[in-house]
C-alpha cells in the first residue's frame, strides 16, 4: 500500500534552516510527483508547489519563492523540502502529497496519499 | 489565480441532518480539477470526492459531489458522528488552490 511518512516535529530559531523529509512507498517513486502543503496553526491548506520526480524540476506556488526548495534522493524514494532563513511566520504543519493512481499510472490529479505532516515550530 | 470561495464558514447541524457546502470559483474551473478533503483535527486531509462528483476509495455514498464552471456542492445526505470536521475545496485547473474551508459542527 502507498506510504508517505514524514521526519519529525522541528524546533529552529529565526533565521536557522529545516529540511523536512517524506519517504515513500508502495510505489515506483519516480512515478509520481511530490507536491509539498503548508498548513499554519488554526489556518486553512496553501498549496506550496511540487517536484518532478524525473526530470527535478521545481514548480513553486506564489509566496513561495526563495527561501523553499524541493528535492528528492530516488536511491531512498525520499522527497525533501528545505527552508532557509526560517521566520516565525514559517511555524506551520508541512505535508508532502501525492495525486491519485492506479499502481503506477496516475489517474486523476487530486492529492489521495498524504504524509502524517511535519510540525516546525520557530521561535527564539 | 483561481480564487475559492468556501461558505459558509461554519455550518452548525445535527447528527442525521444533510449538509450542504458551498465552493465558488473566482473564474471558470473544469469539472474534472475540482476536490473535496475531510480534515480531522490532527489529521492530515482525506480526499472525498475528485472530478467534481466522483467518490474516492473507500468513501461512503452519504458523500456527493456537484457542480460546474464556478459553482460547486458537497453534500452529506445524512450526518454521522464521525462527519464533523473541516471541508476544503482545491481546483487543480490552473495551478492549484484550496478553498478557505468549511467547518461542519455539531449543533
Known amino acids: 500500500q502507498v506510504q508517505l511518512v514524514q521526519s519529525g516535529s522541528e524546533l529552529k530559531k529565526p533565521g536557522a534552516s529545516v529540511k523536512v523529509s517524506c519517504k515513500a512507498s508502495?510505489?515506483?517513486?519516480?512515478?509520481?510527483?511530490m507536491n509539498w502543503v503548508r498548513q499554519a496553526p488554526g489556518q486553512g491548506l496553501e498549496w506550496m508547489g511540487w517536484?518532478?520526480?524525473?526530470?527535478?524540476?521545481?514548480t513553486y506556488a506564489q509566496g513561495f519563492t526563495g527561501r523553499f526548495v524541493f528535492s528528492f534522493d530516488t536511491s531512498v524514494s525520499t522527497a525533501y523540502l528545505q527552508i532557509s532563513s526560517l521566520m516565525p511566520e514559517d511555524t506551520a504543519v508541512y505535508y508532502c502529497?501525492?495525486?491519485?493512481?492506479?499502481?503506477?499510472?496516475?489517474?486523476?490529479?487530486?492529492?489521495?496519499?498524504w504524509g502524517q505532516g511535519t510540525l516546525v515550530t520557530v521561535s527564539s | 489565480e483561481i480564487v475559492l470561495t468556501q461558505s459558509p464558514g461554519t455550518l452548525s447541524l445535527s447528527p442525521g441532518e444533510r449538509a450542504t457546502l458551498s465552493c465558488r470559483a473566482s473564474?471558470?474551473?473544469?469539472?474534472?480539477?475540482l476536490g473535496w478533503y475531510q480534515q480531522k483535527p490532527g489529521q492530515a486531509p482525506r480526499l472525498l470526492i475528485y472530478?467534481?462528483?466522483s467518490r474516492a476509495t473507500g468513501i461512503p455514498d452519504r458523500f456527493s459531489g456537484s457542480g460546474s464552471g464556478t459553482d460547486f456542492t458537497l453534500t452529506i445526505s445524512r450526518l454521522e458522528p464521525d462527519d464533523f470536521a473541516v471541508y476544503y475545496c482545491?481546483?487543480?485547473?490552473?495551478?492549484?488552490?484550496f478553498g478557505g474551508g468549511t467547518k461542519v459542527e455539531i449543533k
Open positions: 472530478g467534481a462528483s
Open positions: 482545491q481546483q487543480h485547473g490552473s495551478s492549484r488552490t
Open positions: 517536484i518532478n520526480t524525473n526530470s527535478g524540476d521545481p
Open positions: 502529497a501525492r495525486v491519485g493512481g492506479v499502481g503506477d499510472t496516475p489517474i486523476f490529479k487530486d492529492f489521495e496519499y
Open positions: 508502495g510505489y515506483t517513486f519516480t512515478s509520481y510527483a
Open positions: 473564474q471558470s474551473v473544469s469539472s474534472s480539477y
